[in-house]
C-alpha cells in the first residue's frame, strides 16, 4: 500500500502538521490550533495551499525566478502591452495586510455535507503582500480603459501544460488590485504564486490569481468552470441579498443571471482561545480570536455569549477603521467551575454580521461559510 505523503513532502518548506486534503492538485489545511498559534500573521510555513490547476515545478515555500516571466495586459485597452515582470520592482511598491481565504473555508460544517474539499477553518490565513498597484501599472504605461471594461479577468501560467485557470472580478476591484511579488517580506512563495500573483484584498481566495501570465479587461464575465458554475452561490444579481436560501441536500441549475461569483469575504469571526475541548483556569476566562469583513467599512464590533446567544457581552477590538486584514479581540468573561459553550460574531458599520445557525447559507458546493463558532471547554 502506497502512503500519502505529508504536507512537506508535497510542498517543500511546509510544516509537516499541515493536513494533505488533496495530493493533486495540492491541497493543504492549516491545523486550528496552528492557525490560532500565529494570530498576527500567518507564515509561509503554515499558510494553507489550495491549487485548482498545480504549476509543474512551483512546490515550494521559496520565491520563484522572475528572469523570463512575462506579462501581457489587454483587452478593452486603448494600448495593449506585454511587460518583463522584473519590470515590477522598479515601480513604486505598495504593502496590503489581507485575509486569503478559500471561499470553501469552513465547508463541512454544512448539513448535509457538501462536494469539494472538507476544509474545517484552516483555509485560510492573514498575510502582507507586498508590489505594484495594477492601476499604477496602467498609469506608467499610458492606459486607459475602454467604457465596456466591466470585469478584470486574469489569465495564469500554461507553462508546463498546466490546464487554464481564469478568474473574472468587478472592476471596482481596480481600487485595490496588486500585483504582488512579496509575502511576509520575503519574496513571494512559489506555491503561493510566486514570482507574481493579482491579489484583489477583500476578495475570496479563488479570485486571487496566482503565475499570473495575462490581464484582460472584459465586458463579461469568463465563461471557464472556476468562474461558472463553480465558485458561485445562489443570489439573484444585482438584489441586496448576499445569499437565496437553497433547501439544504438539493441540486441548483447555476446560471449567470441566478447566481453570483465568490467574490468579497464574507464577514466572519474565529475563536482562537480557549479552544475546543480544553480546560481552563477560572473564574476569570480570556476569550480572544480574529474577526474580518470585506475591508469596504469598519468592524464595529465582536459579540461573544456563552449561552447561545441570549445575552451578549462585547469584546474589545483591536482596530477601528477599515481592514482587509484580520483584527484581534479579546474579553474577559466571569464563569463559574464546569463546562461551557462560548460563541462569537462580528458586525461592521453596515450592520453585515453572522448567522447563528450557518446552515441557512447551505449551497451545494459548500461556499462561504460564515456561521458563528461555537467552542466548548470547561472551567476548571
Ligand atoms: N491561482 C491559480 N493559478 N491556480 C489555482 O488553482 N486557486 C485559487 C487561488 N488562485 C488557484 C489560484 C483558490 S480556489 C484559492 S483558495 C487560492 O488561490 C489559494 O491560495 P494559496 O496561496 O493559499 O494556495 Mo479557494 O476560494
Known amino acids: 500500500?502506497?502512503?500519502?505523503?505529508?504536507?512537506?513532502?508535497?510542498?517543500?518548506?511546509?510544516?509537516?502538521?499541515?493536513?494533505?486534503?488533496?495530493?493533486?492538485?495540492?491541497?493543504?489545511?492549516?491545523?486550528?490550533?496552528?492557525?490560532?498559534?500565529?494570530?498576527?500573521?500567518?507564515?509561509?510555513?503554515?499558510?494553507?495551499?489550495?491549487?485548482?490547476?498545480?504549476?509543474?515545478?512551483?512546490?515550494?515555500?521559496?520565491?520563484?525566478?522572475?528572469?523570463?516571466?512575462?506579462?501581457?495586459?489587454?483587452?478593452?485597452?486603448?494600448?495593449?502591452?506585454?511587460?518583463?515582470?522584473?519590470?515590477?520592482?522598479?515601480?513604486?511598491?505598495?504593502?496590503?495586510?489581507?485575509?486569503?481565504?478559500?471561499?470553501?473555508?469552513?465547508?463541512?460544517?454544512?448539513?448535509?455535507?457538501?462536494?469539494?474539499?472538507?476544509?474545517?477553518?484552516?483555509?485560510?490565513?492573514?498575510?502582507?503582500?507586498?508590489?505594484?498597484?495594477?492601476?499604477?501599472?496602467?498609469?506608467?504605461?499610458?492606459?486607459?480603459?475602454?467604457?465596456?471594461?466591466?470585469?478584470?479577468?486574469?489569465?495564469?501560467?500554461?507553462?508546463?501544460?498546466?490546464?487554464?485557470?481564469?478568474?473574472?472580478?468587478?472592476?471596482?476591484?481596480?481600487?485595490?488590485?496588486?500585483?504582488?511579488?512579496?509575502?511576509?517580506?520575503?519574496?513571494l512563495p512559489a506555491v503561493h504564486g510566486g514570482p507574481v500573483r493579482l491579489v484583489f484584498p477583500g476578495y475570496f481566495g479563488v479570485n486571487n490569481v496566482k503565475w499570473v501570465a495575462k490581464i484582460e479587461f472584459t465586458e463579461a464575465e469568463n465563461t471557464t468552470a472556476e468562474q461558472m458554475p463553480r465558485y458561485r452561490v445562489p443570489a439573484i444579481p444585482n438584489a441586496n441579498i448576499p445569499i437565496l436560501p437553497q433547501e439544504p441536500g438539493k441540486t441548483y441549475p447555476y446560471s449567470f443571471t441566478n447566481s453570483r461569483p465568490n467574490w468579497l469575504v464574507a464577514i466572519n469571526s474565529f475563536i482562537f482561545a480557549p479552544q475546543e475541548g480544553q480546560t481552563v483556569e477560572g473564574p476569570y476566562v480570556r476569550v480572544e480570536g480574529v474577526a474580518f469583513n470585506d475591508g469596504l467599512v469598519p468592524l464595529t464590533s465582536v459579540e461573544v455569549s456563552t449561552n447561545g446567544g441570549r445575552t451578549w457581552f462585547r469584546a474589545t477590538l483591536e482596530g477601528s477603521g477599515r481592514s482587509f486584514g484580520w483584527v484581534r479581540w479579546r474579553a474577559t468573561l466571569y464563569l463559574r467551575p464546569g463546562e461551557h459553550e462560548v460563541i462569537a460574531r462580528a458586525w461592521d458599520a453596515v450592520g453585515r454580521s453572522q448567522p447563528l445557525d450557518g446552515n441557512i447559507a447551505w449551497n451545494e458546493r459548500g461556499y462561504e461559510y460564515n456561521g458563528v463558532m461555537r467552542v466548548r471547554f470547561t472551567v476548571a
Open 1 to 187: 500500500a502506497q502512503q500519502t505523503p505529508t504536507a512537506d513532502q508535497l510542498v517543500k518548506g511546509k510544516d509537516a502538521k499541515l493536513i494533505v486534503l488533496s495530493q493533486r492538485p495540492i491541497v493543504l489545511e492549516t491545523p486550528y490550533d496552528l492557525l490560532a498559534s500565529q494570530p498576527e500573521r500567518t507564515s509561509k510555513e503554515i499558510l494553507y495551499v489550495r491549487n485548482n490547476v498545480d504549476l509543474p515545478g512551483y512546490n515550494s515555500v521559496e520565491g520563484a525566478s522572475l528572469e523570463g516571466w512575462t506579462l501581457e495586459v489587454g483587452g478593452l485597452v486603448n494600448k495593449p502591452f506585454t511587460l518583463e515582470a522584473k519590470e515590477l520592482l522598479s515601480l513604486p511598491q505598495h504593502e496590503v495586510t489581507m485575509v486569503l481565504q478559500c471561499s470553501g473555508n469552513g465547508r463541512s460544517f454544512f448539513q448535509p455535507r457538501t462536494s469539494g474539499n472538507p476544509w474545517k477553518r484552516g483555509g485560510v490565513g492573514n498575510v502582507t503582500f507586498r508590489g505594484v498597484r495594477l492601476k499604477d501599472l496602467l498609469e506608467s504605461k499610458g492606459v486607459k480603459l475602454g467604457e465596456k471594461a466591466l470585469f478584470i479577468t486574469a489569465h495564469a501560467s500554461r507553462q508546463g501544460n498546466a490546464a487554464e485557470f481564469v478568474r473574472s472580478v468587478p472592476i471596482h476591484a481596480l481600487e485595490e488590485a496588486l500585483l504582488a511579488l512579496f509575502m511576509n517580506g520575503e519574496p
